[in-house]
C-alpha cells in the first residue's frame, strides 16, 4: 500500500497509573510471580507514555488506582466508549472483577450518561476494536460471543467477531491495531487467529499491514494510533519501517516493565470516544 496524506486527530485517554502493580498470579502466558517487578521503574515508563500523549496534544484523564488490584494499570479492559456511550467491562477472571466496577463509577462520576453494566463476559478494548465501518471484537480466551451482540445492541455498529487461537495472544489487542479509523486501516498478525478469521480480516482489509511473528511477539500490536502517530513498544523494530512507508510515524515505548503482565501501551490506554 502506497504512503497517503496523515493528519492526528486529538485524542481524550483514560489511563491508571501503575501504583499498586504487582504479578502475584498468572492469568496469561506472559505472566510469572517469580519474576520481580521494578516497581519504580513500571511508574516512570507509564509516566513516559503519559506524558508522550500529552506532548502529542492529547487529554490523558486518570483513574486513582486501588490497592487490592494490580492490575488496574491494563485500563484498556476496563470499558469501551463509542460516541460517548460506555459499555462496562466484565472480567472473565475474578482477580478482576472489581475493576469493572471501579470504571463503572469514574464514568457515571465524570457525566457519562449512557453508561450500561454488561451482561456478558468482556474485557473492554481488550477485546473490542473500533474502525470507521466496525467493531471488531475478539473471542476465545477472554470475552463471550454472547458480548458481541450485546455490543452490537448496544453501540448501533456492526460487529464482527474474530476467533483467537494463540494464547500469548490472549485479548484482540494483542494481536490487532486499529491504525486509521476513518479510513478502516488496521495492522494485524495472521497467527493469532482461526483460519477463518484470518479469511474475514482477509477479506474486508485487503490492504492491511501485516505483522511478523517476532514483531507480535514483542506485542507490537499492542500500539495505539492518533491517525498519524504510532505509539508501539520499542522491540517491535520490523514494523517501524512499513509504518513510515505508509506515511506513519512510528514513536517506540519502552513498557518492559509492564510487559511482565502481559501488557504494553494499548493496555495502558483506553479511548474516551465522544
Not at 41 to 69: C, F, I, K, N
Not at 253 to 271: A, F, W
Request: hydrophobic share 40%; proline share 8%.
Amino acid at each position: 500500500m502506497s504512503s497517503v496524506p496523515r493528519a492526528s486527530t486529538r485524542r481524550r485517554y483514560l489511563m491508571c497509573p501503575p501504583t499498586y502493580y504487582r504479578v502475584t498470579y498468572s492469568i496469561n502466558p506472559w505472566m510469572d510471580p517469580g519474576k520481580p517487578v521494578d516497581l519504580p521503574l513500571a511508574l516512570a515508563q507509564w509516566e513516559e507514555l503519559r506524558d508522550r500523549y500529552r506532548a502529542l496534544g492529547h487529554t490523558v484523564e486518570e483513574l486513582a488506582p486501588r490497592p487490592d488490584l494490580p492490575d488496574m494499570v491494563f485500563a484498556a479492559n476496563g470499558a469501551t466508549v463509542v460516541d460517548g456511550k460506555v459499555l462496562g467491562a466484565r472480567f472473565a477472571h475474578p482477580e478482576r472483577w472489581a475493576e469493572a466496577t471501579a470504571h463503572l463509577e469514574w464514568f457515571r462520576s465524570h457525566g457519562y450518561a449512557q453508561v450500561r453494566e454488561p451482561q456478558h463476559i468482556n474485557e473492554g478494548e481488550g477485546d473490542f476494536a473500533v474502525t470507521a465501518t466496525w467493531l471488531l471484537a475478539g473471542r476465545g480466551f477472554r470475552s463471550s460471543p454472547l458480548s458481541h451482540p450485546e455490543a452490537q445492541e448496544f453501540f448501533g455498529r456492526p460487529v464482527i467477531g474474530l476467533d483467537l487461537v494463540d494464547p500469548r495472544y490472549y485479548h484482540l489487542d494483542t494481536a490487532l491495531c486499529v491504525l486509521d479509523d476513518a479510513r478502516d486501516e488496521i495492522m494485524y498478525y495472521p497467527g493469532a487467529f482461526s483460519p477463518g478469521s484470518r479469511e474475514v480480516l482477509r477479506r474486508l482489509f485487503p490492504d492491511a499491514l501485516i505483522a511478523t511473528g517476532d514483531d507480535a511477539a514483542a506485542l507490537g500490536l499492542n500500539a495505539v494510533s492518533d491517525g498519524r502517530h504510532v505509539l508501539l513498544p520499542q522491540a517491535a523494530v520490523g514494523l517501524f519501517g512499513p509504518l513510515r512507508e505508509r506515511g506513519f510515524e512510528p514513536v517506540g515505548m519502552d513498557l518492559g516493565e509492564l510487559l511482565k503482565g502481559g501488557g504494553s501501551v494499548k493496555c495502558c490506554t483506553q479511548e474516551l470516544r465522544e
